[in-house]
C-alpha cells in the first residue's frame, strides 16, 4: 500500500508531501489543478521516462520519494530479493531528475537500474486510464496472469527456484571445467619445462659460471680494442721493433766475445719474439671477424690462454 508521496520542484510544484491512510483516498480538483502533474510524478518514481522538462524552472532538480508498506508475500518481495536491496516492512522508492535530462534512481537508498525501477514499479502499482486495455498485449504480463488464472502460482514460484538452481549449478559445471582445462595446460607446461631442464643437463655452479663468461663477452668489445692498439704499436709503421731487433742481432754477433754484456740483449730479443707472436695470436682471420660472438669468443680465449687463433 502506498504509505507517503513526497515531491519537490517537479514542473509545478515546488514542495508537496501526501500522507495516504487506510482504505480509499481519492484526489479531485477540476481541469488544470494538477492532477497529471501528480500522476505523472508518481509515474516517474516507479520507472517511467525522465525529461528535463519535469524539472520545474529554476531549480537543478527535481525529487519523488514514494514509501510503501509490504504485506508478507508481497509480489514486490520477490524482485526485491531477486535484487539483492532488502528492506523490512517499509520500502522507499527515491527517483531524481537533473534539468540536463539525467536520472538516478534509489530502493531503500541502494542505487538501481531503471529497469529495476519498473519492473519493481509494476509489482507495487497498477495505474488505469483510458487504454487499460494496452495492458492485455504486455507479454512479460500473460504468463502471470496465466499461473494467477489456473491457481498454480506457487507451483510456478518452485519452478522458477528450481530454474534458477539448475542455472546455478550449470554455472559450477562450467566454472570447474574453466579450471581442469587450466590445470591441464599448467601441467602441459611443466611437463615441457621438466623435458627442456632435462635436455640442458644443468650442472651445479654452471649458472655462476656463465654469468661470468656473459660479463666477459660483454667487455670482448673494449678489450679487442685494446689489443688492436697494441697490435698497432708493436707492428704498425711507428713500432720499434725493427730497429730494436736490427740491434739486438748486432748484439748477438758479438755474443762470443762479450757474453756477460750482450745476455740482456739477447733476453730483450726473446722477449721481442714472443711479443710478436702473441701479437700475430691476437689477430683474429677475415672468416672470424665478420661474426662478432665469434671474434669476441677468440679474444676472451685469449686472455686466458696464448693458443687462440
Known amino acids: 500500500m502506498l504509505a507517503r508521496l513526497s515531491i ?8 508537496l508531501d501526501i500522507d495516504f491512510g487506510s482504505g480509499l483516498a481519492a484526489l479531485t480538483g477540476e481541469t488544470g489543478a494538477g492532477k497529471s502533474i501528480l500522476l505523472d510524478a508518481f509515474a516517474l518514481a516507479l520507472g517511467a521516462r525522465g525529461e528535463a522538462a519535469m524539472v520545474r ?90 499461473d494467477a488464472y489456473g491457481g498454480i502460482e506457487g507451483d510456478a514460484a518452485a519452478v522458477a527456484r528450481l530454474w534458477d538452481e539448475r542455472r546455478a549449478r550449470e554455472a559450477d559445471v562450467a566454472q570447474h571445467r574453466a579450471e581442469v582445462e587450466r590445470l591441464s595446460r599448467e601441467a602441459e607446461w611443466l611437463r615441457h619445462a621438466v623435458d627442456e631442464l632435462g635436455r640442458l643437463a644443468p650442472e651445479t655452479g654452471e649458472e655462476t659460471a656463465l654469468a661470468e ?12 680494442e685494446d689489443l688492436r692498439a697494441t697490435h698497432e704499436a708493436v707492428s704498425g709503421p711507428q713500432s720499434p721493433v725493427p730497429s730494436l731487433s736490427t ?43 665478420s661474426d662478432s660472438r665469434g671474434s669476441e669468443y677468440c679474444m676472451i680465449q685469449l686472455l686466458a690462454s696464448p693458443t687462440c687463433r
Open 213 to 224: 663468461r656473459r660479463a666477459a663477452m660483454m667487455q670482448a668489445e673494449k678489450v679487442a
Open 57 to 146: 524552472e529554476g531549480a537543478e532538480q527535481g525529487q519523488v520519494i514514494a514509501v510503501f508498506d509490504l504485506a508478507k508475500g508481497h509480489p514486490a518481495r520477490r524482485v526485491l530479493a531477486e535484487n539483492e536491496l532488502g528492506g523490512e516492512d517499509e520500502l522507499i522508492v527515491r527517483r531524481v531528475q537533473f534539468a540536463d535530462g539525467r536520472t538516478r534512481a534509489f530502493v531503500n537508498d541502494q542505487p538501481v537500474s531503471v529497469q529495476v525501477l519498473r519492473a519493481l514499479g509494476a509489482a507495487l502499482v497498477e495505474i488505469h486510464g483510458q487504454h487499460d486495455e494496452r495492458a492485455f498485449v504486455e507479454a512479460a504480463t500473460h504468463r502471470a496472469l496465466l
Open 247 to 289: 740491434a739486438v742481432r748486432r748484439l748477438e754477433r758479438r755474443a762470443a766475445q762479450a757474453s756477460a754484456l750482450i745476455e740482456p740483449g739477447a733476453r730483450l730479443g726473446r722477449t721481442m719474439s714472443y711479443g710478436q707472436g702473441a701479437s700475430r695470436r691476437a689477430t683474429v682471420p677475415p672468416a672470424e671477424a
Open 8 to 15: 519537490r520542484d517537479i514542473v509545478l510544484i515546488d514542495r
